[in-house]
T-cell receptor, first 117, second 111 residues
Framework: GAVVSQHPSRVICKSGTSVKIECRSL??????MFWYRQFPKQSLMLMAT?????????EQGVEKDKFLINHASLTLSTLTVTSAHPEDSSFYICSASSGQGYQETQYFGPGTRLLVL | EDKVVQSPLSLVVHEGDTVTLNCSYE??????LLWYKQEKKAPTFLFMLTSSGIEKKSGRLSSILDKKELFSILNITATQTGDSAIYLC???????????FGAGTRLTVKP
């Protein structure tokens, strides 16, 4: 089946630094990639949707200047948390789809746990 | 290799039917299993299971975990068209509490 990887799996950083998280589709071309953040009680919040070669579409309430998303190729999307603060500590999950809409099958990555000190 | 497998991948039923969705897993250091319903944007959390044999129930939905046989089922009784969605199973595991998703089951409920 389709495989999506994320790197790093876990990162600890100091407040004020920037952190880059990579999401890769290993065996298919991901037209669309989604970035989620998992909150307590297991709910997932969609942060943004990115299509290869175009600007990401951010959900309401998500600061695009703080969470920079780049989808430079059909197999790679990156999420950069700029000037991270402790409240940004969370579990960030990406998913990738070969389609365009939300109803297309999404393949999820294993997640990246970010801890900002 | 860690893996989470859902079956069936796709299912079409009629309103009123009962469906059972399956999720089997092979992971290191299992911590919990979660079920989500995805209709539009972000998946909606349904259940988290950590103990074997204890059924969790919410309305017409229920789920149970078997840690010996390494699987979980999600039951939906008296299905409605609004139950049409992709149902995702995910497992938290490992020392870093990694998360692995299954490919999902696409459920279509016809009137």
């Amino acid at each position: 089946g389709a495989v999506v990887s994320q790197h790093p799996s876990r990162v600890i950083c100091k407040s004020g630094t920037s952190v880059k998280i990579e999401c890769r589709s290993l065996d298919f071309q991901a037209t669309t990639m989604f970035w989620y953040r998992q909150f307590p009680k297991q709910s997932l919040m969609l942060m943004a949707t990115s299509n290869e070669g175009s600007k990401a579409t951010y959900e309401q309430g998500v600061e695009k200047d703080k969470f920079l998303i780049n989808h430079a190729s059909l197999t790679l999307s990156t999420l950069t948390v700029t000037s991270a603060h402790p409240e940004d500590s969370s579990f960030y999950i990406c998913s990738a789809s070969s389609g365009q809409g939300y109803q297309e099958t999404q393949y999820f990555g294993p997640g990246t746990r970010l801890l900002v000190l | 290799e860690d893996k989470v497998v859902q079956s069936p991948l796709s299912l079409v039923v009629h309103e009123g039917d009962t469906v059972t969705l399956n999720c089997s897993y092979e992971v290191t250091n299992f911590r919990s299993l979660l079920w989500y319903k995805q209709e539009k944007k972000a998946p909606t959390f349904l259940f988290m299971l950590t103990s074997s044999g204890i059924e969790k129930k919410s309305g017409r939905l229920s789920s149970i975990l078997d840690k010996k046989e390494l699987f979980s089922i999600l039951n939906i009784t008296a299905t409605q068209t609004g139950d049409s969605a992709i149902y995702l199973c995910a497992v938290h595991h490992g020392n870093n509490n990694d998360m692995r998703f299954g490919a999902g089951t696409r459920l279509t409920v016809k009137p």
